[in-house]
């Protein structure tokens, strides 16, 4: 089974900056785009942001400006850099990976925006 990894979640606090990771599998093929998931407490999940096979990146009105979704194909690894981050930025945050025949998701990162 395939296993997406996520990294560097962690605690942090109002208008400071964090980088999240995921590890791409290089058994993953014909991806169509990878996003990033997030999901706080008693609330559904949201889009956050996508990055397509063209390069084309897209994010949700409350992050645009802020969050900047990119990849390195050398390290077959994607980011999530996420400047002036505030409470409401509190969550787990997912990978996402979807390809032409399946979907996988990471196990999820947590990061608290706290005083």
């Known amino acids: 089974q395939v296993q997406l990894v996520e990294s560097g979640g962690g605690l942090v606090q109002p208008g400071e900056s964090r980088r999240l990771s995921c590890a791409v599998p290089?058994?993953?093929?014909?991806?169509?785009?990878i996003s990033w998931y997030r999901q706080a407490p008693g609330k559904q999940r949201e889009l956050v942001a996508t990055?397509?096979?063209?390069?084309?990146?897209t994010y949700a009105d409350s992050v645009k400006g802020r969050f900047t979704i990119s990849r390195d194909n050398a390290k077959n690894t994607v980011y999530l850099q996420m400047n002036s981050l505030k409470p409401e930025d509190t969550a787990i945050y997912y990978c996402?990976?979807?390809?032409?025949?399946?979907?996988?998701w990471g196990q999820g990162t947590q990061v608290t925006v706290s005083p």
């Open positions: 990055i397509t096979v063209g390069d084309i990146t």
């Open positions: 290089g058994s993953i093929f014909n991806i169509r785009a």
């Open positions: 996402y990976i979807k390809t032409w025949r399946y979907d996988y």
